[in-house]
């Protein structure tokens, strides 16, 4: 069967790892020249690390990663709003961990060595005629005829744009996220805190080595570049002087940035995952907002659910595969978006009567659920 994976992200190198080891060499087509540090760090549960135990693959990526053990919520004011136990989720599912993306992505390629993985490279055109083969066009000149596209490239997808042409559902919060890491000694090593305020949202989540730092606030009220460093510190400083003056770490944090990564807070979320041989996967079906921490987590057991269905087939037969792919998948996936979404929803407030409305309901909402809700969805078929 000739399979092409379009974007050689989270997706596409987990999809790319399940088919090598069926005997198929998929071709994986990345646009980057190279994978390059994209500034922020993964909570993986084993939602998504389960399927790394498939590919041989799982201690490598719990050694790189960093076992979080407390979720605190802070508000606005420096007062606990709650205080989540995350090794119960340990002895019944497995651990949640942080990795670096960069380092997952390492172990996923490295699990994916054998594949035709070409750089530099995307789709420019795709044609289906009939029942037979995608015919599909190459940015390097070339052309191939494949029996299965699978569009990986992520929530701007240029191969849902080509094969698709329909726009998705977009969901906007209006806030951007910017992202850095910090060489921070003193914080302790596994517990993750989040500072719910007003107008604003400050994350600490420590990785290996480093700490993952992220500032939320409106694009609107943004006046400065997180490019221009020299500019967005003493804005993040001015920003966050509240929180900053109950917990010195946010504002050392700022002091020894050097790199800001930002992430508008929006996502998408297709009408259709599969037309003709193309399907679309991950990010570009649907993608997520990082408050659940679940879209790597999705798209890594979305892809070992795909590379299954297509186990059971020949080429003639993928548009069953990926018929059965969808029902299997798609219900569960768009749930986790949702939560997701409720979650932006709660975080990312800028109204002083909603955010101590919220405060309220989190300082009583009882956090043994929400610890049930991530076990249970362990046990959903998938
Ligand atoms: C700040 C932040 C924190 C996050 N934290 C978490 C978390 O804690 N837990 C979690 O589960 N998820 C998290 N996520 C979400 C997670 O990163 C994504 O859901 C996940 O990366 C989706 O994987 P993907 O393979 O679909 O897309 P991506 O990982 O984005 O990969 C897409 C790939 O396609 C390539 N590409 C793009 N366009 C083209 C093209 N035209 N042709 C060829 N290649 C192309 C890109 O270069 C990239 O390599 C976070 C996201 C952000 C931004």
């Not at 041989?56 to 053990?69: F, I, L, T, W």
Request: hydrophobic content about 45%; overall charge negative.
């Amino acid at each position: 069967m000739d399979i092409l994976v379009v974007g050689a992200g989270i997706a596409g190198l987990t999809l790319a790892a399940k088919l090598l080891q069926q005997g198929r060499k998929p071709v994986v087509v990345e646009r980057a020249e190279a994978f390059t540090d994209r500034g922020y760090a993964i909570v993986l549960y084993p939602l998504g690390s389960s399927v790394l135990h498939g590919l041989d693959k799982y201690n490598e990526a719990m050694a790189s990663a960093q076992v979080g053990r407390t979720y605190e919520v802070i508000d606005g004011k420096g007062s606990l709003l709650q205080d989540v136990d995350l090794s119960m989720l340990g002895g019944e599912i497995g651990p949640m961990v942080l990795v670096t993306r960069t380092r997952l992505i390492e172990i996923l390629h490295d699990a994916a060595r054998g594949a035709d993985i070409r750089f530099n490279t995307t789709v420019t055109e795709i044609g289906q005629a009939g029942e037979g083969k995608a015919q599909v066009g190459f940015s390097d000149g070339t052309s191939g005829s494949f029996d299965l596209v699978v569009a990986c490239d992520g929530l701007h997808s240029h191969t849902r744009k080509l094969a698709f042409g329909s726009e998705p559902e977009v969901f906007d919060t209006g806030w951007d996220l910017w992202v850095w890491w910090a060489e921070l000694p003193e914080w302790q090593q596994d517990k993750y805190v989040e500072s719910w305020g007003n107008g604003r949202f400050f994350g600490l989540y420590p990785a290996p080595g480093h700490v993952m730092c992220a500032a939320g606030m409106r694009r609107d009220h943004l006046n400065v570049s997180p490019t221009d460093i020299e500019r967005a510190k003493p804005f993040l400083k001015d920003l966050f002087a509240g929180m900053a003056e109950k917990n010195g770490t946010i504002g050392r944090s700022i002091d020894v940035a050097t790199k800001l990564y930002a992430w508008p807070m929006s996502d998408v979320r297709a009408q259709k995952w599969i037309n003709g041989r193309v399907c679309l996967l991950g990010d570009a079906a649907v993608g997520f907002l990082p408050t659940a921490g679940a879209g790597a987590n999705t798209a890594m057991r979305c892809a070992a659910s795909l590379a299954d269905e297509l186990s059971r087939v020949d080429g003639r037969l993928v548009p069953l595969a990926l018929e059965v792919f969808e029902k299997r998948c798609r219900h569960i996936v768009e749930k986790n978006q949702n939560d997701s979404r409720t979650l932006a929803k709660m975080i990312f407030v800028d109204n002083a009567i909603i955010a101590w409305g919220r405060d309220e309901i989190i300082k009583h909402y009882p956090m043994a659920k929400f610890v049930k809700d991530i076990i249970n969805s362990m046990k959903q078929p998938f």
